[in-house]
T-cell receptor, first 116, second 111 residues
Framework: GAVVSQHPSRVICKSGTSVKIECRSLDFQATTMFWYRQFPKQSLMLMATSNEGSKATYEQGVEKDKFLINHASLTLSTLTVTSAHPEDSSFYIC????????????FGQGTRLTVV | SQQGEEDPQALSIQEGENATMNCSYKTSINNLQWYRQNSGRGLVHLILIRSNEREKHSGRLRVTLDTSKKSSSLLITASRAADTASYFCAPSGGGADGLTFGKGTHLIIQP
């Protein structure tokens, strides 16, 4: 199947700093990329949907100024957690879809963010 | 996007036995996907079944779909310790929306 690479897999940062997470589709062009967040023992929650070259669409309750999403190319989307707070500590996962039908989504391996 | 609800929430069986988990959803779908997530890892796509399909196989996996009951089942035959993971279903209307996941079924295979 298609490969989605997410980097870094783990990151620890200090409160108040910003952290950037990258999501790359390695062998296909991802028209749409999705960002999810998962708290321990909880389900994945969709944070936002990004389409290449346009602004991301955020789910209700997700602060767009805090979670900056950039989808500059068909193979790369980034999520930047700004002014990180310990409450932002979570597991973040991206997924990529080749078409608008989202018939199959390929997921990255996730990023474990710990804010201290 | 709509959310699937997996049942049971937790399942513990002996290695070699078959594991069955179910998924229910509320509105019509274009397809339904099953994913596996090992602890602290990303999701792995297992299988996609379209709304006009009733059953699909992939290795030791067998997925059924009953659109009249708005339900799907995932059967893992001859379970192995490596099958220990959480399993999620994701119904999709086929649009451009992200998938929404339920709490999953946490499967434990005991040696």
């Amino acid at each position: 199947g298609a490969v989605v690479s997410q980097h870094p897999s783990r990151v620890i940062c200090k409160s108040g700093t910003s952290v950037k997470i990258e999501c790359r589709s390695l062998d296909f062009q991802a028209t749409t990329m999705f960002w999810y967040r998962q708290f321990p023992k909880q389900s994945l929650m969709l944070m936002a949907t990004s389409n290449e070259g346009s602004k991301a669409t955020y789910e209700q309750g997700v602060e767009k100024d805090k979670f900056l999403i950039n989808h500059a190319s068909l193979t790369l989307s980034t999520l930047t957690v700004t002014s990180a707070h310990p409450e932002d500590s979570s597991f973040y996962i991206c997924s990529a879809a080749a078409g608008k039908g989202n018939t199959e989504a390929f997921f990255g391996q996730g990023t474990r963010l710990t804010v201290v | 996007s709509q959310q699937g609800e997996e049942d049971p929430q937790a399942l513990s069986i002996q290695e070699g036995e078959n594991a069955t988990m179910n998924c229910s959803y509320k509105t019509s779908i274009n397809n339904l996907q099953w994913y596996r997530q090992n602890s602290g890892r990303g999701l792995v796509h297992l299988i996609l079944i379209r709304s006009n399909e009733r059953e699909k196989h992939s290795g030791r996996l067998r997925v059924t779909l009953d659109t009249s009951k708005k339900s799907s089942s995932l059967l893992i035959t001859a379970s192995r310790a490596a099958d220990t993971a959480s399993y999620f279903c994701a119904p999709s209307g086929g649009g451009a929306d992200g998938l929404t996941f339920g709490k999953g079924t946490h499967l434990i295979i005991q040696p």
